[in-house]
């Protein structure tokens, strides 16, 4: 059975490491994020944590009951990085675009942690704001619940998706990465006209967005959807 976690004020209350560290959740879940980075998820285990931050790893279980809580924190506080210091305008379109590109942002900001927790459920305080705060924005633009509840779903889901599949591009080691984006002009630019007429007139194009994140054009055609929604419901 999983060992229960430690109420916050008896935390607070434990001895430095033999560094001289005091540990906290936000320590340690920002040493996750830095071994993440370094070494991908193989890398991150409780003994290495623990090496980390120069503790005994059985000590992180006061703070997470296990590396799966630990994940957890991990996905949650992306989201609260993507949130800090938004504020909604007012203007629900805006209000959606910003907070969509926040979250694709701060994703791929950390590609191995998004390759950890995109797919998650957290249940956190982070997560837990995103969600109010996208659902209040549709519904105080005049959504109806259940067009509200299936634009929220299209909306989160395609951010973390997209959040995902780029992360999964920055994860790939810089040769293999250069080699994909090189197929564009390699391979699909020599294609000839004869064989495969369309991607051949669409060579030049092809070879420019296909290296980008298609996340900032298929939020557009999302808010474009909704809007559209939005219109019928006015009339």
Aim: glycine share 6%; hydrophobic share 45%.
């Amino acid at each position: 059975m999983p060992k229960p976690v430690v109420p916050e004020d008896r935390r607070r209350r434990r001895r430095p490491t033999k560094g001289g560290t005091v540990l906290s959740e936000q320590l340690i879940v920002e040493t996750a994020l830095r071994m993440l980075r370094e070494h991908g998820s193989a890398g991150l285990t409780a003994r290495r944590l623990g090496l980390a931050l120069d503790a005994d790893p059985s000590t992180l279980y006061r703070y997470f009951r296990g590396m799966d809580d630990l994940t957890l924190a991990i996905g949650d506080a992306l989201i609260g990085q993507a949130l800090r210091g938004w504020r909604p305008t007012g203007e629900w379109r805006e209000d959606l675009r910003t907070v969509g590109l926040r979250i694709h942002a701060a994703y791929v900001a950390h590609p191995q942690a998004a390759l950890l927790t995109a797919n998650r459920v957290t249940g956190r305080a982070s997560e837990l704001a995103a969600d109010e705060a996208v659902l209040d924005v549709l519904r105080t633009a005049g959504f109806p619940v259940p067009d509200t509840v299936r634009i929220y779903h299209a909306f989160i889901d395609q951010t973390l998706a997209f959040a995902a599949l780029d992360a999964a591009s920055l994860t790939l080691p810089s040769a293999a990465l250069r080699a994909d984006e090189d197929m564009w002009r390699s391979t699909y630019a020599r294609l000839p006209r004869t064989t495969h007429p369309r991607i051949a007139e669409a060579a030049p194009l092809l070879a420019t967005r296909m290296v980008t994140s298609a996340y900032p054009t298929a939020l557009e055609m999302l808010l474009d959807s909704a809007g559209a929604r939005l219109e019928e419901l006015r009339d």
